[in-house]
């Protein structure tokens, strides 16, 4: 199966029930930044949103009460094993399949293999659909959220800077990729980019 008028993702504007976020948990916050600082962002980000919809904050067990005093008492505060605080990039990517809602769950390496430990959060998206009592298809492909884009109607673009990098999955042509995404998510036609910005430092991502 490649693409069905049933199987869509919807685009980042469609209605939704919730914001899921998970809250910085990890310890390389201490060196690169004000851990106290990051966890205020976090939680104001947060915050602001439950101002207008649900939101869902994943905490590392044993943290919920820390998180508790940052966040507004209506987030919902979920403690599950995860290693850091990016839900774009490694938590479920939803879809509608036949009206009903499910969710893909793709592989995930911290950015290819930048930051280790990431086996937590390969993990997360299966946990939190558990959770949420959602459907689940898996995928083996990696794949972060954040490294593609949809409008809800067949169409999705990406990056060749990230999709094709080899430390994503060096195993795949740039076709099966393709065929994967249509399977998965129910686009038509995808749009390839030859990268996300200009910056040199960042084409070596």
Same mark, same amino acid.
């Given at each position: ?5 049933? @199987? ?22 201490? @060196?690169? *930044? ?12 947060? +915050? *602001? ?8 904050m ?12 940052? @966040? ?19 938590g ?12 893909? &769950?793709?592989?995930? +390496?911290?950015?290819?293999e ?8 390969e993990?997360?998206?299966? @946990?939190?659909?558990? &959770? ?10 990696i ?13 999705l ?5 990230c999709?094709? &990098? ?20 129910? /686009? ?9 910005? +200009?910056?040199? /430092?960042?084409?070596?991502?």
């Amino acid at each position: 199966m490649i693409a069905t008028q049933t @199987l869509t993702m919807p685009a980042e504007w469609s209605r939704h029930e919730r914001c899921l976020m998970s809250f910085p948990a990890r310890d390389y916050w201490t @060196l690169v *930044a004000d851990f106290e600082a990051a966890r205020r962002e976090w939680a104001g980000v947060a +915050n *602001a949103i439950a101002r207008f919809e649900p939101v869902l904050m994943v905490t590392a067990p044993g943290s919920g009460k820390t998180a508790k005093a940052y @966040l507004e008492p209506s987030i919902e505060i979920l403690e599950l094993p995860v290693d850091d605080a990016w839900m774009r990039d490694n938590g479920p990517i939803f879809i509608t399949n036949a009206n009903k809602r499910e969710a893909v &769950h793709f592989g995930f +390496n911290a950015w290819g293999e930048k930051f280790p430990p990431w086996d937590k959060d390969e993990k997360l998206a299966g @946990l939190l659909l558990e &959770h949420l009592n959602i459907a689940k298809r898996v995928s083996k492909m990696i794949l972060e959220g954040g490294s593609i884009v949809v409008d809800g109607e067949g169409t999705l673009i990406t990056t060749e800077q990230c999709l094709l &990098h080899p430390n994503r999955n060096p195993g795949m042509q740039k076709s099966e990729i393709e065929t994967e995404l249509k399977r998965q998510l129910g /686009v038509e036609k995808i749009i390839w980019l030859p990268y996300g910005c +200009n910056s040199r /430092v960042e084409r070596q991502l």
